[in-house]
């Protein structure tokens, strides 16, 4: 083989481990984009236009997908616009297609509507509101058929909501660059935000930048070697250590170094769910202003008194100091 033959090889090899650790993100967004690619929320910086709306969206996984307040809001303004909206069928056949037999009616005939679509609706039934005639009592049928499949559905989302699977970790909101076994480590901290058993934990790191490459900058992707990468339990607190030794790709970066690069730190964390005896993934990011160079983290680990047990107090989880020469 040829120098010129190995040397094209080499490149080739160089570009396809290139492609593969560009996450899926594409040149375009690798290349071009100077936003940071990855949330601390683990949310994504990258957009689709152009799909159509009922393609898009559907609407099974965005009730599962959305916050709990968002949810319980939306229920209650579904529930809310269907009493209305039959409240105000019953009230179009007036006095005489709904009676209202109570000691004290209501006397407006909306509001008398709108009450009986809602114990209707929830199958309550007090018997002092009640249809006359033929087409209100088709309407109080359509509309017990109605809150039957809306119940019904509205209680599997909800069940399926408890049931669904998620990681809650918390990070730290910063990460470290701190003496390490005579060097120097990345080191970020990283908690079970629930009170339920992860095991098998496995985490990943990868460190993006811009360099120059033939006068042109491209932003660069490597993963980094960590100090551990795996714990079978999960129970305390795990702070995530990059060793930055003579082959770590963040060797001699300070802090400037970090800002003028760009620099991003992709963290992916995938997990075994001990209770429901299934995986579960989160991710998060870290900037330069995330990083923080000449400090280290506080202990946060509790004293443990004769006989008692080792404890951690999270609200220290982010707490740092500067480190000692």
């Known amino acids: 083989m040829t120098e010129q033959t190995l040397e094209n090889a080499l490149e080739a090899e160089e570009l396809i481990e290139q492609e593969d650790r560009d996450l899926g993100f594409g040149a375009v967004v690798t290349g071009r984009s100077r936003q940071r690619l990855l949330n ?59 009676v209202d037999t109570s000691a004290e009616p209501v006397g407006n005939i909306l509001l008398t509507g709108f009450f009986f679509s809602v114990q209707t609706f929830a199958t309550i039934g007090y018997g002092t509101i009640h249809p006359v005639g033929f087409v209100p009592n088709m309407l109080v049928t359509i509309e017990s058929y109605y809150s039957l499949i809306a119940q019904a559905l509205i209680t599997g989302v909800v069940f399926a909501r408890f049931a669904r699977p998620t990681a809650k970790i918390l990070f730290s909101d910063v990460s470290v660059i701190a003496p390490y076994r005579g060097i120097e480590g990345l080191m970020f901290r990283m908690v079970n935000g629930r009170s339920n058993q992860l095991i098998e934990v496995k985490v990943q790191v990868l460190f993006a930048r811009f360099v120059e490459e033939d006068g042109k900058s491209v932003r660069r992707f490597d993963f980094l070697e960590l100090e551990r990468n795996r714990v079978t339990f999960f129970p305390l607190a795990w702070t995530v250590v990059h060793p930055i030794d003579d082959e770590s790709p963040m060797k001699g970066l300070k802090q400037q170094d970090l800002e003028r690069m760009d620099a991003e730190l992709l963290v992916l964390i995938s997990a ?27 202990s946060i680990y509790n004293e443990v008194e004769d006989g008692g047990n080792i404890s951690i107090d999270i609200r220290r989880l982010s707490e740092i100091e500067r480190a000692e020469v």
């Open 272 to 298: 075994i769910d001990e209770t429901f005896s299934q995986e579960v993934h989160t991710r998060t990011s870290y900037k330069p202003y995330d990083i923080r160079c000449g400090h280290k983290f506080v």
């Open 40 to 98: 601390a929320d683990g949310t994504f910086n990258v957009g689709r236009k152009g799909l159509p709306l009922l393609s898009s969206r559907n609407l099974y996984h965005t009730l599962l997908s959305m916050s709990w307040t968002k949810f319980l809001l939306l229920v209650l303004l579904l529930y809310f616009l269907s009493n209305i909206a039959f409240g105000l069928m019953y009230a179009s056949f007036g006095t005489t297609g709904l």
